[in-house]
DNA sequence: TGATTGTTGACTTGTTCCGTTAACTTTCTG
DNA sequence: CAGAAAGTTAACGGAACAAGTCAACAATCA
């Protein structure tokens, strides 16, 4: 019941590059120096992230990558499901039939109620508010200097 | 992001049990053959019921198996964490200082509300619910039957 | 005493997590 | 056009976890 570590990485990533200007290149070692994370895992971690279109590459020298959607585009739950794929709770929710109980379960709608619950709340986090949030989290500590 | 086998083995299991009297004893055999789980498996997955004290047991002839509790004092959260541990949904909300970004980092708050979230739904779902739950479904089926 | 039950710990098999490695392609610069 | 600087892709590998199994043991009852 826990994220991966790719999910996470995933999320500092686009964070760090939701800080530099819209579509900018940013490079791969300014990011694996700043948020932990080794180069070649980095690699894996973008491409199924490239695939959904959430980041673009450039190659070549001076390439890199950038966001390829506005901040506020991008939300929790669209960089954790292009590293895992669909929350689900349980096996029961994949597929309708492959839950041979679904008829009689009286725990499937609490599944599928809490699941939509996640969804909300992930989806409803983009990273312009994280942006954000920085931003204050920065004010406070400033303050309180 | 998926509850184990084991957890949802023994939310059936748990289920099965509390549409008996409150602390009769259940054989081994009959939860397994209703609930589609293979004896070992299930002798593996009461220990840790017992211990936190959701569940008894009776050795010898006659023996078996029992709630330790009445259903409604047992929610779908306290079987979760006998099985699975504290629900975290991230590494960085295990222990104070596990994360070195703590403090200025801005999905942190985020984790903590859905855990939040998560829990209360969870610890709200008791087995007297389920049971109702259970009661409703099958009083509807047979009307559209 | 012996059959019937639960207890415990070690074991197995398969999958997922968390990466690494190496060969390859694209792009820019001189 | 050569070569350096980037990203791409597929395969590999160790460790941990998931999902069970097994066998020796302890307790209980008739």
Redesign the pocket.
Known sequence: MQI????E?AIRAVLFMARSPYRDVV???DICRTQD?????L??I??PM?KHGIIG?????????FLAKRPEEISLLDVIRAQ?GEILLNTCLEEKGTCSRDMICPVHNTWRELRETMLESLSGKTFTDLLQTEQEIQKNLQQNA
Chains 1, 2 share one sequence.
């Open positions: 991966t570590r790719a999910s990485y490079l791969k070692k994370i080794t180069p070649a895992f690699t894996k973008f491409q490239i590459s450039q190659r070549g020298v001076g390439g890199g990558f895992e």
